[in-house]
């Protein structure tokens, strides 16, 4: 069955360190993977993907994930947190095999940014 | 480009009332969800529609709830009659193809 765990359920770090939100999934297929977003009182928005090629993504604000078929992780980093950082993540994955039509959302990870 | 228009942002009814969601979608997008968040987990798909027929409507409540999009482009999802458990930030989304989702800022849902 499709699934997607996020561990974390909040990560805290300093500003100007380096941050990791964690990410891995379960598919039959091949995954299309994802990035979002939630800031209080907003809607999702989209941060970045993966569908095929290189396993690094880069995407908005300056956050990359790596795609690891291996450890079936997708891990959202940046090199510099920002205060501004700070919000809800959520990592999705969609299995391409069953024609793609469902993306599963993990339960979010909360990003606390220190300044 | 704007984005996904969704309202009312906020509703407040009464147990055993009924209550709709309004949302129009991006210009263009054929797929459109209705996903329900309740507080501290991850977005549930509700239903998805490609054009105006359904995609997926495994996890909808269907003696409760029920959605359209009639003319493939904007949708009403509808709770009737309204539980407790039913709380929550409704969330519209659209997109293109397999691509990723774009997101209205939601409708909080409070049933007392």
């Known amino acids: 069955a499709q699934s997607v765990a996020q561990p974390e359920d909040q990560v805290n770090v300093a500003e100007g360190n380096p941050l990791t939100v964690k990410c891995t999934y379960s598919?039959?297929?091949?995954?299309?993977l994802f990035w979002y977003v939630q800031y209080p009182n907003r809607g999702l928005q989209f941060l970045l993907k993966?569908?095929?090629?290189?396993?690094l993504v880069k995407g908005s604000y300056g956050f990359e994930a790596e795609f690891n078929k291996s450890q079936t992780s997708f891990h959202l980093k940046k090199p510099s947190a920002l205060v501004s950082d700070s919000a809800l993540y959520f990592c999705a994955v969609r299995d391409m095999r069953r024609g793609g039509f469902k993306t599963i959302f993990g339960a979010g990870t909360r990003l606390f940014v220190k300044a | 480009e704007a984005g996904v228009a969704q309202s009312p942002r906020y509703k407040i009814i009464e147990k055993r009332q009924s209550v709709a969601f309004w949302c129009n979608p991006i210009s263009g997008h054929a797929t459109l969800y209705w996903y329900q968040q309740i507080l501290g987990q991850g977005p549930k798909l509700l239903i998805q529609f490609q054009n105006n027929g359904v995609v997926d409507d495994s996890q909808l409540p269907k003696d409760r709830f029920s959605a359209e999009r009639l003319k493939g482009v904007d949708s009403t999802l509808k709770i009737q009659p309204a539980k407790l458990e039913d709380s929550a930030v409704y969330l519209c989304?659209?997109?293109?193809?397999?691509?990723?989702?774009?997101f209205g800022p939601g409708t909080r849902l409070t049933v007392t």
């Open positions: 598919v039959s297929g091949n995954p299309y």
């Open positions: 989304a659209s997109s293109s193809e397999v691509s990723e989702q774009y």
């Open positions: 993966y569908i095929t090629g290189d396993n």
